[in-house]
């Protein structure tokens, strides 16, 4: 619902409730683009953004949520400029399609030596190495901690669909951790058990 | 409960998005199931690796005077 704010009153919202964000969301920027000068484009659009519209946001609700948001639009419509992707309507049917018929797939496992093997450059190289939806749920619950409802309103999808990606999500980004373990040397038999049952 | 309704919750107990009575039943059967106590320790290992490996970049001052910058530009435009 817009609201009609004074310039004074802009600026205080923005200074009290998106500024405290600047941080995070500058990561989250360098997460989605891994390059310094795209994130800082990214980021100074968001706010600009966030400014332009900020008569549509609730004083007192989750800014955080809300700035995110802007900030995955703003990166998607690039990121789709830039990859010539086909449009919204056509990814989102496919990728609901892989949710709906992945989403009763096994787990899979890691045991503790593996992921100590890793350093974070590795994990966040597997991490940017998941296609670009997958990419987005794995650091907005896993990096950023965001509840399910949240995820649903920041990337536009029902919660049925948030549970199912972020399933699919977490297996793939495994198994590329497999691989770079292995590569490193280290066995990722599953049949070992987890470090925790020794 | 059984495993295979353990399993199908078990992610949304990991993420804490679990209501708390079926958060108790799934607690009850993993004290009495180490095959799934096993798969839980799993889930709850890599959400800690996620948060205390996965690098963390701080936004330099020069960044954020450059926000500033960009709205006061936008917001003096507009006055």
Not at chain 1, 86 to 103: G, N
């Amino acid at each position: 619902m817009k609201q009609d704010l004074t310039k004074p009153e802009r600026d205080r919202l923005f200074e009290a409730e998106f500024l405290p964000h600047i941080d995070a969301l500058y990561n989250f920027a360098s997460y989605l683009v891994h390059d310094d000068e795209r994130a800082k484009d990214l980021l100074q659009e968001t706010y600009l953004r966030a400014y332009k519209f900020i008569n549509y946001y609730e004083k007192g609700t989750n800014a955080k949520a809300w700035l995110i948001r802007i900030l995955k639009n703003t990166f998607i419509n690039e990121y789709r400029k830039l990859s010539k992707q086909p449009q919204r309507v056509d990814l989102e049917e496919t990728y609901q399609q892989i949710d709906d018929t992945e989403s009763d797939a096994q787990n899979v496992d890691l045991r503790s030596e593996v992921y100590n093997a890793l350093v974070g450059d590795e994990i966040m190289n597997a991490v940017n190495a998941l296609p670009v939806d997958y990419r987005l749920i794995v650091l907005l619950c896993d990096v950023e901690g965001f509840k399910y409802d949240e995820i649903a309103q920041i990337i536009d999808v029902p919660i049925g669909t948030v549970r199912s990606r972020l399933h699919r999500a977490r297996n793939m980004l495994k198994d590329k951790l497999k691989d770079y373990a292995r590569k490193k040397g280290y066995d990722t038999d599953d049949n070992k058990g987890t470090e925790n049952d020794k | 409960m059984n495993c295979t309704e353990l399993l199908s919750m078990l992610q949304d107990f990991v993420d804490n998005e679990l209501p708390g009575e079926q958060a108790n039943e799934l607690n009850k059967h993993l004290a009495d199931c180490p095959e799934c106590e096993k798969k839980r320790q799993a889930a709850m290992l890599y959400k800690q690796v996620m948060v205390s490996k996965m690098p963390r970049k701080n936004c330099a001052e020069g960044i954020k005077n450059g926000v500033h910058s960009a709205v006061a530009g936008y917001a003096s435009t507009e006055a």
